[in-house]
């Protein structure tokens, strides 16, 4: 015994600058050592005196700390015969590694198939930015935000009757925020619509694996816009889709493509309003030939509205959904844009025939954000501050496209820079030969960022390109990341 406690002691280092208490220190010490074999089954711990001088602390956070592993079950106390190790340890651990000290080889875990074996399908995306500068993708104007409004609403919530903002909630979301969506899309897209249609989601990437979790098996397939979101891409390969890369042109998704490489797709996900990254609209004929070929398999299909608030024109690009009479098409939508992307709020429209299925999967899963949040995005909208503010952003983000067209006279003939319908990115095409990539490096040597055009693409196109968004960087900021732009080797 005196041999195994001094080992055994050598072993444990407690650090008194630490954050960590003594006694939960020698608490995961003594735990470690069990853990790896240190002490065996039923062997006896030192008496609580010993350990509290050989480690120079008191008995009493001894006592804590075995009061603690008792409390796990890894050690048990018989009353005048000490501390032993658990019996029910034998076989519940792992081999002690030689040295405890240092940790395995490999220790990673083993991770499902979904993961490891569609690795190649997923998208890579890095954390997405959130500075306010040229030419950053995917982030309104933060600084535009009428904060003192929120803050508002938010304080009238937080002091109203808790059980409403910090109990679960409506499986489905907040019915007030329900009804002012559906009255949002009536107003802005003409979409007849009720508040038992619409299904709250923690954003629109949550609202892509929902959907992909009810209709999806193993393998099914997915048509996808090539180029197109990554989110989406990824949300639905989680859900275990496989994905086809469907070609896009200036009418949207080439339906006769996806026809020609999967027939019998499941789902077909698709931007009409805004192709992402490309902004074209999809034409009335395609929208067509996309409902017809649903029909004809039996598919259903995902109109991602991400950013369709924002249009320069006097009204807004219609929905699929709008045109859809077989209740094929699940109509997705975010606040991301239209507010900010932390609140993590998002919603879907769903076709009345499917309102049972999707209020069964809600009643399975907890599935939407703070009720609070819910009730304050419920509020901003019924007082009419969301009218009001995407209206200012409408205006704001035209002016920044315009400062952007207008600074892109001056780059060299190398890049073309394409118009867009709204929202606040663009993209440009790469002449024959110049790598998108080198161009992202020396941009980004620069301040300046860009996204590479393959980004967003399931697979290789020919036409490399950067794209470009104007959401967050003011007019100046735009004129100078322009600048740069046109001072890049790799474009010159
Ligand atoms: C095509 C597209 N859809 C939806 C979103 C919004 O996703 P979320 O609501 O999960 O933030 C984005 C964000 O950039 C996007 O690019």
Avoid at 16 to 36: F, H, K, T
Avoid at 184 to 202: R, S
Avoid at 384 to 401: D, E, N, V
Avoid at 435 to 462: F, M, N, W
């Amino acid at each position: 015994m005196k041999q195994a406690s001094g080992a055994l002691l050598s072993a444990i280092n407690l650090d008194r600058n630490s954050r960590r208490s003594i006694s939960v220190q020698l608490y995961m010490a003594l735990r470690d050592i069990i853990l790896s074999g240190g002490l065996r089954t039923g062997e006896r711990l030192p008496a609580t005196r010993t350990l509290a001088r050989e480690t120079g602390v008191s008995r009493t956070t001894v006592i804590d700390a075995i009061d603690r592993l008792a409390a796990e079950g890894m050690v048990v106390s018989r009353v005048g015969a000490g501390t032993y190790v658990s019996e029910t340890l034998e076989h519940q651990r792992t081999p002690a590694p030689a040295n405890i000290d240092e940790p395995p080889k490999d220790d990673a875990p083993r991770l499902s198939g979904i993961v490891t074996a569609r690795e190649h399908d997923y998208a890579r995306r890095t954390w997405l930015p959130h500075e306010a500068r040229a030419f950053v993708t995917a982030l309104p104007a933060l600084d535009a935000f009428p904060m003192a409004h929120w803050a508002r609403l938010s304080a009238r919530h937080l002091r109203g009757e808790r059980g409403a903002v910090m109990g679960y909630g409506q499986p489905k979301g907040l019915e007030a925020l329900r009804r002012a969506i559906a009255t949002h899309l009536g107003a802005m897209k003409g979409i007849k619509c009720n508040a038992e249609q619409i299904f709250i989601t923690c954003g629109a990437q949550h609202a892509f694996s929902l959907i992909g979790r009810l209709f999806l098996n193993p393998g099914s397939k997915v048509w996808m816009e090539n180029p197109g979101a990554s989110g989406a891409r990824n949300a639905l390969v989680s859900e275990g889709a496989e994905m086809v890369p469907v070609d896009v042109d200036s009418e949207g998704l080439v339906v006769s493509d996806g026809l020609a490489k999967a027939p019998g797709f499941r789902l077909a996900f698709v931007t009409p309003s805004h192709q992402q990254p490309l902004g074209h609209v999809m034409s009335l004929q395609r929208r067509f030939e996309l409902l017809k070929a649903a029909e004809a398999s039996e598919a259903l299909i995902i109109e991602d509205d991400y950013d369709g608030e924002f249009y320069y024109g006097n009204v807004a690009q219609p929905a699929l959904y709008g045109t859809d009479t077989q209740g094929r098409v699940l109509y997705v939508g975010t606040f991301s844009k239209s507010l900010f992307p932390s609140l993590r709020l998002g919603f879907i429209l769903v076709p009345e025939r499917m309102i049972a299925a999707f209020d069964r999967m809600f009643q399975l899963w907890a599935s939407v954000p703070s009720t609070a949040t819910q009730a304050i995005v419920a509020d901003f909208m019924d007082e009419g501050h969301f009218a009001t503010h995407i209206r200012m952003m409408r205006r704001l983000y035209k002016a920044r496209y315009e400062a952007l067209m207008e600074a892109g006279r001056s780059l060299p003939g190398s890049i073309r820079l394409h118009e867009t319908i709204g929202g606040f990115h663009t993209h440009a095409d790469l002449a024959p030969g110049i790598d998108e990539h080198t161009a992202v490096a020396q941009a980004a040597e620069k301040g300046v960022v860009l996204a590479p055009l393959s980004r967003y693409c399931l697979s290789p196109i020919s036409q490399s390109g950067l794209v470009l968004g104007f959401g967050t960087a003011a007019p100046e900021d735009i004129r100078r990341g322009m600048k740069v732009l046109c001072g890049l080797p790799a474009l010159s």
